[in-house]
Nanobody, 115 residues
Framework: QVKLVESGGGLVQAGGSLRLSCAASGTALSINVMGWYRQAPGKQRDLVATITSAGSANYGDSVKGRFTISRDNAENTVYLQMNSLKSEDTAVYYC?????????WGQGTQVTVSS
């Protein structure tokens, strides 16, 4: 069974940086698409960024130029480098993996940006 485990969340001041990690376990095969979504209280879960196993990345409009997604295919791990953080980036960040029509979610990690 594929399991995604996030780490790296926390409290940071506005303008600061954080790096999130998400490691997939329970599979020896590469997960085709990995990515990050976030959900603030009372709001829907939105796209932050995704990346394919070939390295093609896609970003949500609100994070373009500030966040960078990357992955280590050998380790089935995806990273999210978040710079120039704003208070509106405060949310629970979820890791998502997609492979062969199956979708996997992590448990989420809280990111709080204080102004």
């Amino acid at each position: 069974q594929v399991k995604l485990v996030e780490s790296g969340g926390g409290l940071v001041q506005a303008g600061g940086s954080l790096r999130l990690s998400c490691a997939a376990s329970g599979t020896a095969l590469s997960i085709n698409v990995m990515g990050w979504y976030r959900q603030a209280p009372g709001k829907q879960r939105d796209l932050v960024a995704t990346i394919t196993s070939a390295g093609s990345a896609n970003y949500g409009d609100s994070v373009k130029g500030r966040f960078t997604i990357s992955r280590d295919n050998a380790e089935n791990t995806v990273y999210l480098q978040m710079n120039s953080l704003k208070s509106e980036d405060t949310a629970v960040y979820y890791c998502k993996g997609e492979r062969f029509g199956y979708v996997y979610w992590g448990q989420g990690t809280q990111v709080t940006v204080s102004s």
